[in-house]
């Protein structure tokens, strides 16, 4: 049995709500079973590369971790049009590695949303995105053969487990982001999978809205169950009778 040691560190400000102090665990681990990591999504655990983290704040709970039923998923109305909009896009799973063009497609989407992309090299974007100690993949959308958009995905027993996105600024009125969640469903459905995890919804965070809006989903409000949530009428419900500040802070281990 393989044993790992946790660290706590605080990194100041949180990146998500005001007023807030930003403290993670995490270790770092070559590789792990998948359907570990798969339960361990259920705790609140993410991975960045090889480090696998979970926020344990102070007095603060607030980061849900998230996933879609993909068999019961119906788009809404605006959905639709997005699909529509994107029918011209073709859409292809391939296995995870270094693919310059995909790098350079990153680059660009980091200097225009976070003004950093002349920082991002090779290296570190290899062991952000492309090292991983789970089973990976990189879901490519291109127009005429142009590439607008990557996703990078886990594959785990359940499902698929979205790590990250990026797309072409120059299109951002496709709406790539939305549309890359759909065609993920649908490509989690025709992989048999059950799931499609979204990461962490956060309540309040504008930057996080957009993860609550494919119906149904379920939401880990309390450690060992999901909840699930049918529309938007019931998230709201359900976020405003539930109180994520109050969890006491946990001892370092």
């Known amino acids: 049995m393989r044993t790992v040691r946790i660290y706590r560190a605080e990194f100041g400000r949180c990146p998500y709500l005001p ?4 403290v993670t ?3 770092s681990i070559r590789s792990i079973d998948p359907g570990l990591y798969e339960r361990m999504l259920a705790e609140g655990w993410r991975r ?3 480090t696998f983290y979970r926020n344990q704040c102070p007095r603060c709970r607030a980061c849900i971790p998230i996933r879609v039923p993909v068999h019961s998923f119906v788009p809404s109305r605006s959905q639709r049009r997005i699909l529509r909009r994107n029918s011209d896009l073709a859409c292809e799973l391939l296995p995870a590695g270094f693919r310059d063009e995909s790098y350079r497609l990153y680059r660009r989407y980091v200097r225009d ?3 950093r992309g002349e920082s991002v090299q090779p290296e570190s974007y290899r062991e952000f995105l492309v090292d991983s100690p ?3 993949a990189e879901m490519q959308y291109r127009l005429d053969g142009v590439l607008l958009g990557v996703g990078w995905l886990d594959l785990l027993p359940g499902g698929l487990s979205s790590v990250y996105f990026a797309f072409d600024p120059e299109h951002s009125r496709r709406s790539l982001g939305t549309y890359s969640i759909m065609r993920e469903i649908e490509e989690t459905r025709r992989l048999g999978g059950h799931w499609y995890y979204l990461g962490f919804y956060v309540p309040g ?3 996080m809205d957009y993860k609550a809006r494919f119906f149904p989903l379920e939401l880990q409000l309390e450690q060992g169950t999901w909840t699930a949530i049918s529309d938007a009428e019931h998230l709201r419900s359900v976020v405003d009778s539930w109180n994520p500040f109050t969890r006491p ?3 370092p281990q």
């Open 134 to 136: 789970v089973p990976s």
């Open 205 to 207: 965070s504008p930057s």
């Open 113 to 115: 949303r976070h003004d």
């Open 249 to 251: 802070v946990e001892a």
């Open 48 to 50: 960045s590369g090889r």
């Open 25 to 27: 665990d995490s270790f």
């Open 19 to 22: 007023d807030r102090t930003w």
